[in-house]
């Protein structure tokens, strides 16, 4: 049976029977809607209707979908090999990438793992941690220490450095990992910051930093976990916090990396640098799964002078040629234009464009920042009634609770932006 043999009603059939979504029910899930295909900031359905596109495939689609650079790029690279091992062979995509993320990252980041996605970059990041601190004979340092809120991915490692109470911690409490939370940064992005919206922190590291092998956390925009914006200060305080207690720092700029907040990486508005940071989402273009884990060179010398004498990981599908192809495209894409001019001008439409929806007396707060709009609403949302309103007014954004937000492709243009916004202050207007 080909692809093009489904019938839209038998795809809908065997999703429906036997396809997991994320984050979804098995039992009780409305039905999905089938896209055939994607071009510019549109998706289009089975049925024909475009749907204007403000998720970016959850922060990765940069450039919107179908980008003939970036399909040049995977059919080029096609050609030549679209896999190789990485145990024992390297390849230019691969060497090109590292070089890329290397340069345009901070100066002290300067080794490169690439893996597959975000979830296993946060992995990775916290094995380089622990494996550092046990190389260089603190072992007892194996502890991580972050803030409530926050999101870094599904996996048991990311899992375990997750709000606890939105990640259902109690489910698996007994094989997680048990680590240390403080409260979330206190002090807003465009607040002035003072050393007490730092003090959960502060306090945590005073009292564990023998046990800490690593603070992790989102810079400036925490995401999934309540796409909360906070102020650079925080950032630039946590830094001194982690040379002084001795903790390395991790930063997760796996949502934010790329040109997002209206920096190439959210870190640059604290002008810091981490002991480590996860890249994912954008690094594609949202073209192909690829993450990388960048660290110092105190850190990978630490562990490869240890006891295993070498980095413990290496996932099958690491570098993949095809994958690193398209992400080297991406990155040059995206550095080849007015970038920072282009989510200044987002920013000011989303400002101007979500704002009526600050009048409604179903939303607590609307708050912008770079190419990120989010309608705080007073009430978690009925998903299945207002995705399906989104989708009749030609919007596509996937809420979740009491959160309506959009990050556009950046090549969204004005007009398609004030439609998505007035399309979405509409249907929370219904709601
Ligand atoms: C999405 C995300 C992850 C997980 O990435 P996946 O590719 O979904 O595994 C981790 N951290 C942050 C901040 C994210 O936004």
């Known amino acids: 049976m080909s692809n093009s043999a489904l019938s839209t009603e ?11 979504h994320p984050y979804a029910s098995m039992t009780d899930a409305p039905p999905s809607y089938p896209v055939v295909s994607a071009k510019g900031v549109r998706l289009k359905l089975a049925d024909g209707r475009e749907l204007i596109d403000g998720m970016s495939s959850w922060w990765a689609a940069i450039h919107g979908y179908n980008h003939p650079v970036l399909n040049q ?62 190389s260089i004979g603190r072992k007892e340092k194996n502890q991580l220490l972050t803030v409530r809120n926050g999101y870094h991915g599904d996996t048991f490692g990311a899992m375990a450095v997750c709000d606890p109470t939105t990640g259902m911690h109690h489910i698996f409490q007994d094989v997680l990992p048990q680590h240390h939370f403080v409260a979330q940064p206190q002090c807003r992005f465009d607040e002035s910051f003072e050393e007490q919206h730092i003090a959960d922190m502060k306090a945590a590291l005073e009292q564990h930093h023998q046990q800490l092998a690593a603070v992790i956390i989102e810079p400036i925009v925490q995401g999934a976990g309540g796409m909360h914006f906070y102020s650079p200060a925080y950032l630039t305080r946590l830094r001194q916090l982690c040379d002084e207690y001795d903790v390395l720092l991790i930063l997760d700029e796996i949502a934010t990396g ?9 870190c640059e508005h604290a002008n810091i640098s981490p002991d480590i940071m996860c890249l994912g989402k954008a690094i594609t273009g949202g073209y192909l799964s690829l993450a990388a ?13 240890g006891e295993a004498g070498c980095f413990m990981h290496g996932p099958t599908f690491m570098g993949n040629p095809l994958a690193t192809a398209v992400a080297c495209a991406s990155i040059e894409l995206l550095l080849s234009q007015p970038w920072q001019r282009v989510v200044a001008n987002i920013e000011q439409q989303l400002q101007q464009g979500l704002k009526p929806a600050q009048d409604l007396a179903q939303v607590a707060e609307v708050r912008v920042l770079g190419a990120i709009g989010v309608i705080e609403m007073k009430e978690a949302v009925n998903m299945a009634t207002i995705q399906k309103q989104l989708v009749d007014e030609g919007v596509w954004i996937r809420p979740f609770g009491k959160l309506v937000y959009t990050m556009p492709p950046f090549i969204i243009s004005d007009e398609d932006l004030a439609t998505l916004c007035a399309k979405i202050v509409k249907v929370l207007s219904l709601q």
């Open 293 to 305: 884990t960048l660290c110092t060179e105190k850190i990978s010398t630490g562990i490869s002078q």
């Open 258 to 266: 790329f040109g997002r907040t209206g920096k190439l990486f959210a």
């Open 10 to 20: 038998q795809i809908l059939a065997i999703d429906k029977a036997h396809i997991w």
């Open 73 to 134: 790029a995977a059919k080029t690279q096609l050609d030549d090999m679209s896999h190789v091992m990485f145990g024992g062979i390297t390849h230019p995509p691969a060497a090109k990438l590292a070089k890329l993320l290397v340069d345009i990252t901070p100066a002290p980041l300067s080794k490169v793992f690439i893996s597959d996605s975000g979830s296993v970059a946060v992995e990775v990041a916290i094995k380089m941690a622990l494996q550092y601190w046990y």
